[in-house]
């Protein structure tokens, strides 16, 4: 490599900078699998790519891709990675709802994790199976290259399969006191049920409050939902503090994978607002499914 003589600003001769080469394995370096960042080419074109190229989107791209070329997007989505971002216009550190991208098939869909809420609890629960490692396996057909399923049309294609999801909300345990400064104040709970997923799956019901109990409040409260694409949708467990004069406040949720639901009776073991456990916090529910 030639590389130019340098002087100084009084003449004075400067060291050139020196070639460094190291030893690389050929064998150790065949097993390696580079992604290539890429700006997006459009749809057609992309599909003439190598799937080692990756896109990266602003979330208004890809909320715009989702709603009008949404059978596009997924299709794109079996054969490169996308990467999805929040706006810079986010100067609080606010997030997007990362549901939408996800029922694109999309890969790496990127929050921010200093803040907690409704957004942070859906990332979350899409992430609790597989060990919590940090990696699941999309729906088959998100993977099928020859789909033709479309998040704002689920009823066409594969992946549409009506489920009737049934709870029946029995009871709670233990909720704790949010007002710690009054000995006297206790929670006035609500639970809400609500279901992320494709357009037509979003959904959310609830339960009439209780005045003044935290301790074991009863509902027996049954909230019913259809959910047409089952293996996309989030189950979010809310318990909200009543207020008549502005409001809720949030006491704990939990949020599950539609798939990881178990039938029959159960606990549901509460988090906090930034995911940590709220032991011995529990709802005590029946779950249906047909």
Known sequence: ?????????????????????????????????????????????????????????SESEAQRHSKESGKAFVQHNTRQLSRIYPSGQRIQSSNYNPQTM???????????????????DLNQG????????????????????????????????????????????ISAQQLPKLNMDKPNSIVDP??????????????????PHINNNGFNPLWNTTLSFKILVPELALIRF?????DLTSSNDFVGQFTLPFPSLRRGYRHVHLLKADGSSLAPATLFVHIKVS
């Not at 690389?24 to 960042?37: F, I, M, Q």
């Not at 199976?129 to 088959?140: A, D, E, F, I, S």
């Not at 609500?190 to 339960?207: C, F, S, W």
């Not at 809310?238 to 009543?242: K, L, M, S, T, Y």
């Open 126 to 169: 899409r992430f609790l199976p597989n060990g919590r490692c940090g990696y699941v396996l999309k729906p088959n057909f998100q993977r099928t290259r020859d789909n033709t399923f479309d998040p704002e049309n689920p009823t066409q294609g594969l992946g549409c399969r009506p489920t009737q999801l049934t709870i029946k909300v």
């Open 1 to 57: 490599m030639a590389v130019q003589s340098l002087c100084g600003p009084h003449g004075q001769h400067v060291c050139p900078l020196q070639s460094v080469s190291s030893k690389l394995s050929p064998d150790l370096s065949a097993l390696v699998v580079y992604c290539r960042s890429v700006p997006f080419p459009g749809f057609s074109e992309a599909t003439k790519k190598p799937p080692t190229e990756m896109s990266s989107f």
């Open 238 to 242: 809310v318990v909200e503090d009543h």
């Open 190 to 207: 609500l639970v809400r049920i609500e279901v992320h997923g494709v357009p037509a799956d979003n959904a959310k019901a609830e339960t």
């Open 102 to 120: 996800w029922n694109c098939g999309c890969q790496i869909v990127a929050l921010n994790f200093q803040t907690p809420g409704e957004q942070m």
